[in-house]
């Protein structure tokens, strides 16, 4: 299971940001009002291996799926098909720099987009539209992925995720009903993303005041980065793919941490990922990255207008947090059904003891075809319980095996 988007983003809104500045944004901001100012809009959303996917068209054409993003700057287009099916009138073509090793790449920057919400407007929205999926966000997700919307939608308004009942609910922020005991924290939005300050300490007890963006596209809990011994700072830690780059896979460490205090909220034992990579290229100093593993625990409430972030407790508040404990790397590709492809096997892991390996594909788990189970489903089948049996049924080198796999915890 791969770990997070939170790398695409981390590379590609540092390059976009010059880029967008001078070719596409005009003097008027860009931004999402309410159709009903004096009112409040609902929106459904569907969780998707730790993505919020809301629907919403573009141009009077679509639906298409976008996940909501608070780690965007701008409104990112990653299905490169769309330039032709929403009709953009007028687009420069620009080249991305600064990934480090790898061919640069190019995007189209568009013209004002009309993108339908239901409730609200959109006012003066470009985006960067990619000329070749280098996200792969429809593969890792299970569904088709079309895109990014981070900022414009959250500037203007006030934004209540509720996670139990999967819904969005905005409003102006004078207009919202704000959460009973929820706990206010100030937040500051630089470089059009959302920072608070947390308290974190690390396994051997040492602790650290830490500026963190709160990033709702990014699948894990908690990203430390820009940290010295960093090895020091871990107890039981493991390699692991964090997530994917432009150029490939960002490799790290995956650990737990003593505990996060994010206002009076004590998080324990929380599992962090150590990128091996540290984000040098940001325009803003952070140390890491809150993401929607540990979001999903609180109903949340952002507030950009009046730098305010609102939490409460939710069900889940209490729910010790799991890490894969099969050891397997997978993404989907569709014809007339769905594949299950295994792209990595962990050394050491319940994968590899079971005998599991690049390139097979996974036809059932437990009888049960992977075309009647979504990734969400297998991921959480595969972080159920340490030791949890399963017998897989894989396809392999034009032969069927049966395989027995072990669950095993590894943070």
Request: proline share 3%; charged share 20%.
């Amino acid at each position: 299971m791969l770990l997070s988007v939170i790398h695409i983003k981390r590379y590609c809104n540092a390059a976009l940001l010059s880029v967008l500045c001078f070719f596409c944004l005009s003097a008027n901001a860009q931004f999402f009002s309410l159709k009903n100012p004096n009112g409040s809009q609902t929106i459904p959303f569907k969780l998707v291996r730790n993505l919020v996917v809301i629907k919403l068209k573009i141009n009077n054409k679509g639906p298409y799926n976008f996940v909501l993003d608070t780690g965007v700057g701008y409104m990112l287009i990653t299905e490169p098909s769309l330039v032709d099916s929403v009709e953009v009138s007028s687009k420069r073509m620009v080249k991305i720099h600064g990934f480090g090793e790898g061919n640069d790449f190019e995007a189209y920057i568009t013209n004002t987009l009309k993108v339908d919400i239901p409730g609200l407007i959109s006012n003066n929205v470009s985006a960067a539209l990619f000329k070749k999926d280098n996200f792969g966000l429809s593969d890792y997700a299970g569904i088709p992925i079309h895109g990014l919307l981070g900022y414009e939608f959250f500037s203007h308004l006030a934004v209540k995720i509720s996670f139990p009942d999967s819904t969005i609910k905005v409003s102006l922020p004078g207009h919202m009903r704000y959460y009973r005991k929820a706990e206010k924290i100030r937040m500051s939005v630089e470089d059009r993303k959302p920072y608070i300050t947390a308290n974190v300490t690390f396994a051997n007890g040492f602790e650290k005041q830490s500026k963190l963006i709160i990033d709702l596209g990014a699948g894990h809990c908690l990203s430390m980065e820009n940290l010295d011994n960093k090895n020091k700072l871990q107890y039981n830690f493991i390699n692991a793919d964090l997530g994917m780059g432009i150029n490939g896979r960002i490799s790290g460490t995956l650990s737990r941490i003593k505990e996060i205090n994010i206002g009076k909220y004590k998080l324990k034992d929380v599992i962090t990922a150590f990128p091996d990579k540290d984000t040098t290229k940001q325009t803003v100093p952070r140390d890491g990255n809150i993401g929607i593993g540990l979001l999903k625990k609180f109903n949340v409430i952002f507030d950009y207008p009046n730098n305010m972030l609102y939490l409460k407790s939710a069900s889940g508040f209490k729910r010790r947090d799991e890490h894969d404990m099969s050891g397997l790397t997978y993404y989907t590709v569709h014809d007339k059904a769905q594949h299950i492809i295994i792209d990595k096997v962990e050394p050491s892991s319940a994968g590899s003891t079971a005998g599991l390996l690049k390139g097979d594909e996974i036809m059932m788990i437990n009888l049960y075809s992977v075309v009647d189970l979504s990734l969400q489903q297998i991921d959480d089948l595969f972080k159920s319980r340490d030791g949890r049996p399963f017998v897989l049924l894989i396809y392999r080198n034009n032969n069927y095996l049966t395989i027995h796999l072990t669950l095993k915890r590894r943070v």
